[in-house]
């Protein structure tokens, strides 16, 4: 969208403006500050600045979508947004996508001891999207399937869309807010996110059974990836963005959780919550090593 140096540690603020079709919604990271009709078939819409942000959470998500609305009211209204293509939209179950985000919030803001650190929260499926979803500030991107279901599933469908959009919300504190100075602490949000997203949805909603489904199905997929040839280490030397993408699989996400999971054992669920306290609020809007966090957690359990 723009020339950048894309380093996690390159933060500043953003203003956004696009020029779209007038029937297009857009979408971006913060709330529109303003519309103007130009000539033609178009519109000027300009976003509100940003706080201060890494590039790659910025995001423009532009189209013939339809949408629905709420708000969560925490210690701060929140304006919430659903946004799917025309033709996808009769099978948005907004209830329980809207259910389930402010049951994350709520869950998230108590335990991280910290509102929700940006504006509204927008989350849009993306037709054709590579990735199953994305945790933009403000601006969660999904992959239509994982978001919206066309037809009868079960309770398994449910509780990986649950946790899915909690895992995109947790990277809203552990990645957007304090983010990794560089690449190589990649699987440190990935992991992170993984392992509060089964624990909020399993402690917070309906889908009780949410550490079940992580130990039969993406613990599994953590062995399995782990047994072949192209194994690596947790943690990985990133010299460049190639060697970051291949690097998005069941070690940094399944696997870290694991590990995760066995530190939050031995330094105990509590001191772990505290040591995480003290870490957003220490780094909010800047960038750490695996290091600043293993300052705190060790200052929590002593």
């Known amino acids: 969208m723009y020339a950048c140096f894309d380093q996690p540690d390159q933060k500043a603020t953003f203003t956004i403006s696009t020029i779209t079709p007038k029937h297009w919604e857009v979408i971006s990271n913060y709330g529109i500050e303003s519309t103007k009709d130009l000539d033609g078939d178009r519109k000027h819409t300009q976003f509100a600045i940003s706080q201060v942000i890494s590039t790659y959470v910025t995001a423009i998500v532009a189209g013939a979508y339809m949408s629905v609305h709420d708000e969560y009211k925490g210690e701060k209204t929140i304006p919430l947004g659903i946004f799917a293509r025309k033709s996808f939209f009769k099978h948005v179950d907004a209830d329980n996508i809207f259910k389930v985000t402010k049951e994350g919030f709520a869950y998230f803001e108590k335990t991280f001891g910290l509102a929700y650190p940006f504006g509204k929260y927008d989350q849009i499926a993306v037709a054709e999207y590579n990735w199953g979803a994305m945790e933009n500030v403000g601006c969660v991107t999904f992959h239509e399937d994982v978001l919206i279901f066309r037809s009868k599933v079960t309770e398994r469908n449910y ?121 957003f609020a220490k780094h909010a809007y800047a960038n750490t090593e695996l290091s600043d966090l293993i300052v705190e957690l060790e200052a929590a359990s002593g």
Do not use: C
Not at 196 to 202: D, G
Not at 216 to 241: C, F, G
């Open 159 to 279: 509780i990986s869309r649950a946790t899915t959009i909690h895992h995109e919300m947790a990277h809203m504190w552990f990645g957007d807010l304090v983010t990794m100075k560089w690449w190589q602490d990649l699987w440190l949000n990935e992991s992170f996110a993984e392992w509060a997203s089964y624990m909020s949805v399993s402690e917070s909603t309906q889908y009780k059974n949410a550490w079940t489904e992580f130990n039969s199905q993406r613990k599994n997929w953590a062995y399995r990836v782990d047994q072949m040839t192209s194994t690596h280490p947790i943690a990985v030397e990133m010299e460049d963005l190639d060697a970051v993408r291949t690097n998005f699989d069941g070690i940094s996400y399944a696997k870290g959780a694991s590990v995760l999971q066995q530190l939050v054992a031995h330094v105990g669920r509590d001191n772990f919550i505290a040591g995480l306290r003290k870490y």
